[in-house]
């Protein structure tokens, strides 16, 4: 189950990054987070909510935080700190860690493992977001899998 897991949260993370590099400033809606913001907002949560919560039984979220992040380099650098300490912190848990149960903020309880899976679709959630950004900017998106869905329709 570890190795699972960490594996599917690489996978992630590694295609968040293949963005990151090329970001921009965008904010395409008025009441909406920026690029940066969004960036800044996906480590954010995941240090301070997702992952304090494992270590501690409680988070320390504080959205008012993410403006500290409204540039490429801070949002950036956020995001890979986090994913390091997150990978560093998931690595030094055996099998039995990811089977133990959380409160979730509903106050169900889940598996850490689901705990950890709702981490990974917050991400891809906001990775959405920041594609959809770009894509108004008129940046063409590079497909994540490596074949653009038009290749797949013509080669069947």
Not at 52 to 72: A, V
Not at 145 to 156: A, C, R, V
């Amino acid at each position: 189950m570890k190795s699972e897991i960490i594996s599917i949260y690489k996978g992630v993370k590694s295609r968040t990054l293949l963005h990151l590099r090329e970001l921009a400033y965008l904010k395409p809606f008025e009441n909406k987070m920026s690029s940066y913001e969004l960036v800044g907002h996906i480590g954010l949560i995941e240090r301070d909510l997702f992952i304090e919560k494992l270590k501690t039984g409680t988070h320390i979220y504080d959205h008012s935080n993410i403006e500290n992040y409204n540039n490429r380099e801070g949002a950036n650098h956020l995001y890979e700190t986090v994913f390091l300490q997150t990978l560093d912190f998931l690595q030094s848990k055996d099998d039995a860690f990811f089977q133990q149960s959380i409160k979730s903020l509903n106050g169900n309880q889940i598996s850490i493992f689901k705990w950890l899976n709702l981490l990974l679709e917050h991400e891809i959630h906001h990775r959405s977001q920041l594609l959809f950004y770009l894509s108004l900017s008129g940046v063409e998106i590079q497909p994540i899998f490596g074949l653009k869905s038009e290749y797949i329709k013509n080669h069947q």
